[in-house]
T-cell receptor, first 113, second 112 residues
Framework: DAGVTQSPTHLIKTRGQQVTLRCSPK?????VSWYQQALGQGPQFIFQ???????QRGNFPDRFSGHQFPNYSSELNVNALLLGDSALYLC????????????FGPGTRLTVL | AQSVTQLGSHVSVSEGALVLLRCNYS??????LFWYVQYPNQGLQLLLK??????LVKGINGFEAEFKKSETSFHLTKPSAHMSDAAEYFC??????????FGAGTTVTVRA
C-alpha cells in the first residue's frame, strides 16, 4: 500500500514566479491538508480539501490556492513567489469517516531565489 | 482554537538514558494529541496519538506519552535512548476538524 506521495521533491524558482506542487493521498483517504514548514520551525496549516472543496484555511494569503481532484489527489499553487515562501511543503491525508490520524508525505522543498 | 508549547528546543541524552520531551497544550474542546518524528530531509512520521481513550499511550519504537488533563500536558518518554532516536520531534493538537497545530519542535541528539 503506497503512502502519501508528493512531487516534485525539490524545486527552485525566482521571485514573482508561480509554482504548482502535487500530492497523492494514501489509498482510501479522501481528505488532504497542506502544511508549510519553514526552516527550524514546526509545520503551519495552509488549507484542507474534502470532496473537492476547500473546507478550512489557515492564516495564508490568497496567493496560496489549491485544488482537489475526483481521485482525491491535490495541488497547491503559489503565485507571485516571495523569498519567504521558501520552505518544505508537506501534504497529509486521512479518511475522515474512519480515522483521526493524518499521514504525511515526504514533502517538496521549495527554494525561492 | 488549539495550540501546543514544546518546552526545550534541544535535548541531549546519552545512549541508554531516559528521553523526556515536554509538551503542554491549550484547547477549547477535547483535544486529539499527537507526537510526530521527523528525520533529516524527510516528512513526518506518527509516533503515537491520544484520542480520549487510555491516558497512557504507547507508540512505535518504544515511545510512550501520558495525557494529564489537570496539567494540560502530553509529555513523550522513552526509557532507553538509541542512536537512531536522533531526530526532530513535534507535538501537535487538533480538534474534530483535523486541523493540526504543531509546536516548534525539539531536536534530540544522542551521545555515544
Amino acid at each position: 500500500d503506497a503512502g502519501v506521495t508528493q512531487s516534485p521533491t525539490h524545486l527552485i524558482k525566482t521571485r514573482g514566479q508561480q509554482v504548482t506542487l502535487r500530492c497523492s493521498p494514501k489509498s482510501g483517504h479522501d481528505t488532504v491538508s497542506w502544511y508549510q514548514q519553514a526552516l527550524g520551525q514546526g509545520p503551519q496549516f495552509i488549507f484542507q480539501y474534502y470532496e473537492e472543496e476547500e473546507r478550512q484555511r489557515g492564516n495564508f494569503p490568497d496567493r496560496f490556492s489549491g485544488h482537489q481532484f475526483p481521485n482525491y489527489s491535490s495541488e497547491l499553487n503559489v503565485n507571485a513567489l516571495l523569498l519567504g515562501d521558501s520552505a518544505l511543503y508537506l501534504c497529509a491525508s486521512l479518511e475522515v469517516s474512519r480515522t483521526d490520524t493524518q499521514y504525511f508525505g515526504p514533502g517538496t522543498r521549495l527554494t525561492v531565489l | 482554537a488549539q495550540s501546543v508549547t514544546q518546552l526545550g528546543s534541544h535535548v541531549s541524552v546519552s545512549e541508554g538514558a531516559l528521553v523526556l520531551l515536554r509538551c503542554n497544550y491549550s484547547s477549547s474542546v477535547p483535544p486529539y494529541l499527537f507526537w510526530y518524528v521527523q528525520y533529516p530531509n524527510q516528512g513526518l512520521q506518527l509516533l503515537l496519538k491520544y484520542t480520549s481513550a487510555a491516558t497512557l499511550v504507547k507508540g512505535i519504537n518504544g515511545f510512550e506519552a501520558e495525557f494529564k488533563k489537570s496539567e494540560t500536558s502530553f509529555h513523550l518518554t522513552k526509557p532507553s535512548a538509541h542512536m537512531s532516536d536522533a531526530a526532530e520531534y513535534f507535538c501537535a493538537v487538533s480538534g474534530e476538524d483535523y486541523k493540526l497545530s504543531f509546536g516548534a519542535g525539539t531536536t534530540v541528539t544522542v551521545r555515544a
